[in-house]
């Protein structure tokens, strides 16, 4: 019997329950079945597989997909705007209920590629650090990278527009998606925060997740997830419609991006998430003091 976890918050605990797919779960009264279900949707590069399943697939007339960046689609969940999205896994403390709703991911088991703090410095001589507007799991992770890991005393910035053209002399910029794939090739150095990660804990990481912020038909769960194996299934396929001049495509599909939520991904989601809580934490002492 084909199954599917949910990773959900109880108080301050992180659990996975496994859906017996077969079984139909109670609907909340939110939760309309004869109205299609909203879904936050990314359209950059390393999504592509994700959105040819759902596509090919006949959940595609279930849902009512609403495009956006991630830390927007994030703002939509959180709202109660969106019944479920691709987002940003920093989110799931701030949600009241969150569940994982598949076994797929925008994750990484090291370079990432498209995740890289951007400088034409080497490390130890950036001062300020621009912060990508677009992703709050990439922004968080690399202040975490920059205080735990490179141990670097540099002002951070947060951004709300393009700011590219401002990383010169000792100013850097995390830069997220298509636009890190673009410009990478421009600055000197490209510091990968999915390898440096890998380096730090030894884990892979977990960037985004199919989130959504109640529990919805399990009848639903089961196809959408169906849809998201098509989708990772047919990396030649989405290769052949989605060129890419910047980056080689094969290589980006097949070895910097993982899209499978296996028990490692999990791992190093969880340690992300304490880490921010840690992290969280710090800076409220900080701000007292």
């Not at 994982?100 to 703090?117: E, F, K, N, R």
């Given at each position: 019997?084909?199954?599917?976890?949910?990773?959900?918050?109880?108080?301050?605990?992180?659990?996975t329950t496994?859906?017996?797919?077969?079984?139909?779960?109670?609907?909340?009264?939110?939760?309309?079945?004869?109205?299609?279900i909203?879904?936050?949707?990314?359209?950059?590069?390393?999504?592509?597989?994700?959105?040819?399943?759902?596509?090919?697939?006949?959940?595609?007339?279930?849902?009512?997909?609403?495009?956006?960046?991630?830390?927007?689609?994030?703002?939509?969940?959180?709202?109660?705007?969106?019944?479920?999205?691709?987002?940003?896994?920093?989110?799931?403390?701030?949600?009241?209920?969150?569940?994982?709703?598949?076994?797929y991911?925008?994750?990484?088991?090291?370079p990432?590629?498209?995740?890289?703090?951007?400088?034409?410095?080497?490390?130890?001589?950036?001062?300020?650090?621009?912060?990508?507007?677009?992703?709050r799991?990439?922004?968080?992770?690399?202040?975490?990278?920059?205080?735990?890991?490179?141990?670097?005393?540099?002002?951070?910035?947060?951004?709300?527009?393009?700011?590219?053209?401002?990383?010169?002399?000792?100013?850097?910029?995390?830069?997220?998606?298509?636009?890190?794939?673009?410009?990478?090739?421009?600055?000197?150095?490209?510091?990968?925060?999915?390898?440096?990660?890998?380096?730090?804990?030894?884990?892979?990481f977990?960037?985004?997740?199919?989130?959504?912020?109640?529990?919805?038909?399990?009848?639903?769960?089961?196809?959408?997830?169906?849809?998201?194996?098509?989708?990772?299934?047919?990396?030649?396929?989405?290769?052949?419609?989605?060129?890419?001049?910047?980056?080689?495509?094969?290589?980006?599909?097949?070895?910097?991006?993982?899209?499978?939520?296996?028990?490692?991904?999990?791992?190093?989601?969880?340690?992300?998430?304490?880490?921010?809580?840690?992290?969280s934490?710090?800076?409220?002492?900080?701000?007292?003091?």
């Amino acid at each position: 019997m084909s199954k599917a976890f949910a990773l959900y918050r109880h108080g301050n605990q992180l659990q996975t329950t496994n859906y017996k797919l077969k079984t139909p779960l109670p609907l909340r009264a939110k939760i309309n079945q004869l109205s299609k279900i909203k879904i936050g949707i990314v359209n950059y590069l390393n999504t592509k597989p994700l959105l040819y399943g759902i596509a090919h697939s006949p959940v595609r007339e279930e849902i009512e997909l609403v495009p956006d960046y991630p830390s927007n689609i994030a703002t939509m969940l959180l709202e109660n705007r969106i019944d479920a999205g691709l987002v940003p896994v920093a989110i799931i403390p701030r949600l009241q209920e969150s569940h994982i709703i598949t076994d797929y991911c925008i994750g990484c088991d090291g370079p990432v590629a498209s995740v890289c703090l951007l400088s034409n410095v080497p490390m130890e001589e950036i001062k300020k650090v621009l912060i990508d507007y677009q992703s709050r799991t990439s922004a968080n992770l690399v202040k975490i990278l920059i205080r735990k890991y490179w141990k670097i005393d540099v002002e951070l910035v947060d951004t709300k527009a393009d700011y590219r053209d401002q990383i010169k002399d000792a100013t850097a910029g995390l830069v997220i998606g298509d636009r890190c794939l673009e410009y990478r090739s421009k600055v000197k150095y490209a510091f990968d925060l999915g390898e440096a990660w890998k380096d730090f804990t030894g884990l892979p990481f977990v960037f985004a997740a199919w989130i959504s912020n109640k529990k919805l038909p399990t009848s639903f769960i089961e196809k959408f997830n169906e849809a998201n194996k098509l989708g990772v299934s047919s990396i030649e396929k989405v290769i052949a419609e989605n060129s890419f001049i910047n980056y080689d495509s094969q290589t980006y599909f097949s070895k910097n991006v993982s899209y499978v939520m296996d028990e490692q991904k999990k791992k190093g989601m969880e340690l992300f998430l304490q880490m921010l809580e840690e992290e969280s934490s710090v800076v409220r002492s900080e701000l007292k003091s």
